[in-house]
Every structure is written in C-alpha cells, then in structure tokens.
C-alpha cells in the first residue's frame, strides 16, 4: 500500500507563485510499483481535472488551462513537484497527487491552492 501526502499549498495573489510537493511512502515493493505520477485538481462545483503528470520515463503532460505557467517534474520514484508560475483567480482548487500502482489511482487527501487579492 502506497500513501501520498501533499504540502505547499496556500493563498497567494495573482501573478504569484507556489511549489506543491508530493511524497510517496509504503513498502519499498509497493513503491517500487509506482508508475506515473500526476496532479489534479477540483474547485466548488466543478469536475476534477488534469493539471499535469509525468510518466515513469519522464514524459510529461498538461492540462491546456496550465501549459506554460507550471511545471511538474519528478526526482525519484517516490517524489514529484508542481511548480506553479503566473497564478490567476481559476487556478484556486483543491489540488490533489496521483500516483498509479500497479494499474489502479492512488490519491493524496489533497491541498488548498487560494489565488485571490
């Protein structure tokens, strides 16, 4: 069993910037069995969204609302980091860590990302 836990997030102003980072802690089998690892996050009445992942391999993704503010990169099997640039008011969610083990999601209990004036 893998466990995510997120930290980082806050209230900022627009144009500000925040770094979440997410750590993964179990066996060292269960980690071993972490393939890619993501963000998500979920506003007030809204579905959850892709924000950005990066595969085993490095290959990165973004959801099209991010590209070019953030920057997801991962520095271990357990560990990965969002780097969000140029915050806007839309950006302010609940922001979530994903990983895949062995073919099923598992989820941080999420951080709360506040851009507002």
Request: a neutral charge; aromatic letters at 8%; hydrophobic letters at 30%.
């Amino acid at each position: 069993q893998v466990l995510l836990v997120e930290s980082g997030g806050g209230q900022v102003q627009p144009g500000e910037s925040l770094r979440l980072s997410c750590a993964a802690s179990g066996t060292r089998s269960a980690i071993n069995g972490i393939s890619g690892m993501g963000w998500y996050r979920q506003a007030p009445g809204k579905e959850r969204e892709l924000v950005a992942a990066v595969s085993s391999g490095g290959t990165t993704n973004y959801g099209d609302s991010v590209k070019g503010r953030f920057t997801i990169s991962r520095d271990n099997i357990r560990t990965t980091y969002l780097q969000m640039n140029s915050l806007i008011p839309e950006d302010t969610a609940a922001y979530y860590c994903h990983a895949s083990l062995w073919g099923s999601n598992v989820w941080g209990q999420g951080t709360q990302v506040t851009v507002s004036s």
